[in-house]
């Protein structure tokens, strides 16, 4: 069997922060959502472009005026075992890339771009929770594994959770060796 890569397409990148987006930002946004996330058409309609927290800024990938890649973020301080130590980080979700354009490369130019624009923002850390089957995605992209960790939050429907399933850091002005040790990472609000 012959297999041959698709091109990674030159795509158009941007940092937009959350204030500057239109209503008609908002809705193609929406679009490329429920395209990503088609479990989730309930969430990412009437122009909703997000989850649970409002992201402060997004990294989006143009294929001319169509948004294709995106990933949200917002400057977080983590407590680590409710309180033993912190962390500042840029905590990042709502990661995807238009089905059209998967397998293309896309997905790890938007991890670079998110590493340049947590850099540029002089983060130590950028910070996600993700299911299991996506992880080596982000180890790929730089993202490293915290191994036994779990995660404290406030879930969409506003209750308290406790996830247990993978999560990764991504050092960017910090060593890994820098992330507070500690079982229990505390998201003090909803996820991205």
Known sequence: MCWLARAVPNLIWTLRWEADLSTADHDSLS????????????TFRDGRSWSGAIPEAR???YDGARPVAHLGFLRRQLRIDDGAASVLVGDAGLVGVDPDFRGSG???????????????????????TCGPDVVPFYENGGWQLLPGQVTRMIDNDLHPETYTGPAL????????????TG???????LEV
């Open 183 to 189: 079982h229990t990472v505390v998201r003090d609000g």
């Open 169 to 180: 850091a991504l050092p960017v002005t910090a060593g890994i060796e820098q992330w507070p």
């Open 31 to 42: 679009g490329l959502l429920l395209r990503v996330y088609p479990m989730h058409d309930k």
């Open 59 to 61: 990294v989006i990938g």
């Open 106 to 128: 896309v997905g790890l130019q938007l991890l670079t771009e998110c590493a340049t624009a947590l850099q540029g923002l002089a983060l130590p850390f950028g910070f996600l």
